[in-house]
């Protein structure tokens, strides 16, 4: 049981729900709670799909199809989001536009690149060698699912506040931004890490 909670907890840790609503505020402020919904519970199916493949055949695709090491995939998506993490800690809410597409792909955008990215990619590889198959599927979909639930969740206080208070939901954005944008770029260097001490133990 401990294993599972410990998978589930790197899931969300990664995702990170709190972010994510950050980064996709503006499709927040024009989607309804029930198009957004639909959205998010279709983005989260597909990374969900994603996931589990990776969880179930990580290393064979490294290994057998890319022909790379998933240390060098650790390596270079930790410098990913380490360079994601630091735009949002001296940027802010102007790092945003620059990371996401057009929102009118609201499900792609979603989806990527914060839900399906290299951290959450080595995530599900970890999991799925942490843990039997079954088990690291089951740990996946209740982090996403989880995941989905407090973003709906997040909709609906945004949908309350900004009738009146719109400099707080302005404040959360950027407080909240660079904070959890520090656990991102934590989790960047643990990969880099990660990835740098195989590739030392295999020299």
């Not at 840790?13 to 998010?40: C, E, G, H, M």
């Not at 989260?44 to 199809?65: K, P, Q």
């Not at 209740?142 to 709906?152: D, E, G, H, N, R």
């Amino acid at each position: 049981m401990g294993q599972i909670i410990k998978s589930m907890l790197l899931i969300l840790i990664v995702l990170n729900p709190f972010l994510l609503i950050i980064y996709l505020i503006d499709i927040i402020k024009k989607q309804t709670v029930r198009q957004f919904s639909l959205a998010i519970f279709r983005a989260g199916i597909i990374s969900c799909f994603v996931f589990i493949i990776f969880a179930i055949l990580g290393e064979y695709i490294f290994d057998n199809i890319l022909q790379a090491h998933f240390y060098s995939f650790q390596i270079f998506g930790g410098v990913i989001l380490l360079i994601i993490a630091l735009q949002f800690v001296f940027k802010g809410q102007a790092a945003i536009n620059g990371l996401r597409g057009e929102s009118k792909h609201v499900t792609g955008a979603i989806a990527m690149p914060i839900m399906i990215g290299p951290g959450t990619i080595s995530a599900s590889i970890i999991i799925g060698n942490r843990l039997e198959h079954k088990l690291a599927i089951l740990s996946i979909l209740i982090a996403v699912l989880f995941t989905v639930i407090i973003i709906i969740l997040l909709k609906y206080v945004h949908d309350i506040v900004k009738i009146k208070k719109a400099y707080l939901i302005d404040s959360y954005v950027e407080t909240a931004g660079r904070i959890t944008a520090l656990i991102i770029g934590t989790y960047a260097i643990e990969m880099i890490v990660r990835g740098l001490r195989v590739w030392i133990s295999q020299l």
